[in-house]
């Protein structure tokens, strides 16, 4: 194997990881996102609104999953962080 396929070799191994390493994270942030209708944080409800994309960067290349978004209801309710 000359020089030029070994580069060729560990570019193609490279993606197969980064790809299976994307799909580990993308299936373990979505099984952490259960479907609920309500959640409880630090003693508040938070009910379910809608679903966003969220994005992060990680060793594998950027990665998004569809969250679920929770917000909580009344006069007292805090704008959530952005």
Known sequence: MDAAQ???FL????GLVNGVGRE???RVL???DS???SIVVDGARLRFRACS???WLTAFAW???RRRCYR?????AEEPRR
């Open 63 to 65: 990665v998004t999953v």
């Open 11 to 14: 570019s193609t191994l490279r």
């Open 24 to 26: 580990v994270v993308e």
């Open 53 to 55: 994309d969220k994005a």
């Open 35 to 37: 479907p609920r209708a």
């Open 30 to 32: 979505e099984e952490q």
């Open 72 to 76: 909580a209801e009344g006069p007292d």
């Open 6 to 8: 070994f580069r060729s």
